[in-house]
């Protein structure tokens, strides 16, 4: 159980276009799901946190007219990376944490891989 | 905010031997600490995790030990394989607050 997908889990595109993943729990509703980037052998960094039928909360330093969240379900958060940079090329990670339960754990994506050329 | 470092950065074993990674934090009111193991190109996936009202968490070969009053907290893996090889993540957060607080990693090596 508590298993997370993610979509697409990778993609190269142009600089200055626009770049959409999903992020979907399968097994569970996510009142409240989670996205982070990961640098090469670098630890995850929170980029924002997304509650259902909420505004996403950014961690500081993170644009959010950037990096845009939108949480519509309980089973579906997506980030939109617009217009992309070179620098914005990075492994994005999103996780759920389980509605009901003990509001700590959290199941991650396998990650989205974005190349920006 | 919680701050949580992580040692070793790298660590090599023999097959067979144990492994012990350590994490500190600085928030008292820490109260859930998760283990996460990555593998290279993947998602990280919980492997164990303890919360503050017990010392000491076994399941099967690996086994975590938390320190309330030191604000410390251990994995230890007994009788290494090489699939265990990857890096390794510790976290703390606070139940309710949900934000984790990720160490810096520890990148496992098991040598056959």
Redesign the interface.
């Known amino acids: 159980g508590a298993v ?1 997908s993610q979509h697409p889990s990778r993609v190269i595109c142009k600089s200055g276009t626009s770049v959409k993943i999903e992020c979907r729990s399968l097994d569970f509703q996510a009142t ?1 799901m ?1 996205w982070y980037r990961q640098f090469p052998k ?3 960094m ?1 980029m924002a ?1 997304s509650n259902e039928g909420s505004k996403a909360t950014y961690e500081q330093g993170v644009e959010k007219d950037k990096f845009l969240i939108n949480h519509a379900s309980l089973t579906l958060s997506t980030l939109t990376v617009t217009s992309a940079h070179p620098e914005d090329s990075s ?1 994005y ?1 999103c996780s759920g ?1 389980v509605a009901g339960g ?10 989205t ?1 974005l190349t920006v050329l | 905010g919680e701050n949580v470092e992580q040692h070793p950065s790298t660590l090599s074993v023999q097959e067979g031997d144990s492994a012990v990674i350590k994490c500190t934090y600085s928030d008292s009111a820490s109260n ?1 600490f ?1 283990w ?1 193991k990555q593998e290279l ?6 492997i164990i ?1 303890i919360r503050s009202n017990v010392g000491e968490k076994k399941d099967q070969r690996i086994a975590v030990t938390l320190n309330k009053t030191a604000k410390h907290f251990s994995l230890h893996i007994t009788e290494t394989q090489p699939e265990d090889s990857a890096v390794y ?1 510790c976290a703390a ?8 607080f ?4 520890t990148r496992l090596t098991v040598i056959p």
């Open positions: 997370v409240t989670f670098q630890s995850l929170l946190t492994f990670i944490v003990p509001g700590d754990t959290q199941y991650f994506g396998p990650g891989r | 859930y998760p996460y190109g993947k998602r990280p996936q919980l995790d993540f957060t606070i139940t309710g607050a949900n934000n984790l990720f160490g810096t990693g």
